[in-house]
């Protein structure tokens, strides 16, 4: 299944903005991309990035095994979000390098964990985990009715520079 | 092959290191292949674009070849499919490249749009406009639109066109004054009878290079640039293409874009 991922640069540059702000206790900072879609043919997705739900200073939780670790209410807010808006819903997170950023197995494990939990809210829709490095992005989509995440092969950046990114 | 491709690396390098693989993989889509059309693909082919997807129903006839690049006469002879005509332009310059050619109205295989990079719109109605426009919008593709026209004046004709730049969240073709509710409802009170607009090469050609300018700068930005629209405006007296004063008093949000729930299929289901 082909997956590509589109974003405007004026959402990227909000998403980014707020993922290098510093927390009092959290190592870095996550959020939700809210998402909608189109088809293609024969077999494929566009995910096209519409809005960005920021995690609040207050929803994180203090622990020391991971670079952030979000409280229920944040979770609750992003399903919540998914719920009103009909969206999908992907989680972003930033790795401090250039480059194409890779998921540590804590990402892997971590989002395994709980990007389903959308499909208790919004089982139509594809959920999915986004990882941002300086220069570029990664991500990976749970489709409905499959178990295992897909791997977005190519992402887009649409501004004032139409950047294109193969993975 | 690798020599001409060397040398047009070579001869493009200020575009940047990865130029050549950026423009060969870009999938660009050319919707109308007539007067402006043929242009815009035959410069892309030449820049190195290699992904393309190009649609019109229509076939050539006698009164295409004076604007239609690389129509022959034999092609109005048999009506060969316009798409056709344009597939043998672009395989001449880059045989490497892959066309997609849709011989069909582009709303009856408008899927082939979403996943393109950038959409150029050589059509010639506001309407097919208005339509084009917004579904480039709805999956968040970088829209190209030429148009020009002649109009009979009080001491000849007079013409006039423009490329523009419709970017999401940036100012569209209502935003700049083409798209306006009486010309769609002129154009629509004249339906069936408006025959073919007037058509000439050398306006064509000077839009159609200056878009293909822009989709080139999208990709492979030989400076900074900023902003998030582009208009031109051409003046076929004065042979000039100027930066519309109009920028000046747009929006900094589009206001006839602004509802993200018009992104994507609507009623979409895996």
């Known amino acids: 299944m082909r997956v590509l991922f589109r974003i405007a640069s004026s959402i990227l540059e909000i998403v980014r903005e707020d993922l290098r702000r510093p927390h009092a206790f959290a190592l870095e900072r996550v959020g939700f991309l809210s998402c909608r879609f189109a088809r293609l043919k024969p077999l494929g997705l566009v995910i096209l990035a519409c809005d960005y739900l920021s995690v609040a200073d207050g929803e994180y939780v203090n622990d020391s095994t991971v670079g952030a670790m979000m409280g229920s209410e ?43 939990d959308f499909w208790h809210v919004k089982p139509q829709m594809p959920h999915g985990a986004m990882i941002f490095s300086r220069d570029s992005i990664s991500g990976r989509c749970w489709y409905p009715a499959r178990r295992k995440p897909i791997s977005i092969s190519k992402l887009a950046i649409v501004g004032p520079q139409l950047v294109c990114i193969w993975n | 092959m690798e020599l001409n491709r060397h040398n047009r690396q070579v001869n493009q390098s200020f575009l940047g290191t990865n130029s050549e693989s950026i423009l060969a993989q870009a999938r660009i889509a050319i919707i109308g292949l007539s007067g402006g059309g ?28 004076n604007r239609l690049v ?28 892959k066309v997609l050619a849709v011989p069909k109205k582009w709303q009856e295989e408008a899927e082939h749009l979403r996943d393109c990079d950038v959409i150029f719109g050589c059509v010639d109605t ?58 769609l409802s002129r154009e629509a009170a004249q339906y069936g009878a408006a025959g073919s607009r007037p058509q000439v090469v050398w306006a064509n050609g000077v839009l159609a290079s200056t878009a293909v300018g822009i989709c080139v700068q999208l990709l492979c930005p030989w400076r900074n640039r900023q902003g998030r629209g582009i208009l031109r405006e051409y003046d076929g007296e004065s042979h000039t293409l100027s930066a519309s004063n109009k920028m000046a008093y747009f929006p900094s949000q589009c206001p006839h874009f602004s509802d993200s729930s018009s992104v994507g299929d609507p009623f979409w289901k895996p």
């Not at chain 2, 693909?41 to 295409?64: C, K, P, S, T, W």
């Not at chain 2, 048999?78 to 310059?93: A, E, H, M, Q, S």
């Not at chain 2, 969240?169 to 209502?174: A, F, M, Q, S, T």
């Open chain 1, 74 to 116: 944040a979770i609750r807010k992003a399903l919540q979000f998914a719920y009103n808006n009909d969206v999908g819903m992907f989680h972003v997170h930033m790795h401090d390098h250039c480059g194409s950023p890779r998921p540590s197995k804590t990402d892997l494990d971590e989002t395994a964990k709980f990007i389903p």
């Open chain 2, 38 to 65: 043929s242009h815009v693909a035959l410069q892309l082919a030449h820049v190195g674009a290699g992904n393309f997807v190009v649609i019109d129903y229509d076939h050539v006839e006698a009164r295409n070849l």
């Open chain 2, 70 to 97: 690389g129509a022959t006469a034999r092609d109005a002879q048999l009506g060969t499919l316009k798409t056709n005509v344009i597939r043998r332009v672009i395989k001449r310059v880059n045989p490497r490249a």
């Open chain 2, 126 to 183: 506001f309407a097919e406009r208005q339509q084009l426009e917004a579904a480039a919008r709805r999956y968040l593709i970088p829209y190209i639109d030429i148009g020009m026209d002649v109009c009979p004046v009080d001491d000849g004709f007079s013409i006039g066109g423009q490329v523009v730049l419709s970017m999401p969240g940036g100012p569209c073709l209502r935003c700049y004054g083409i798209l306006t509710d009486e010309r």
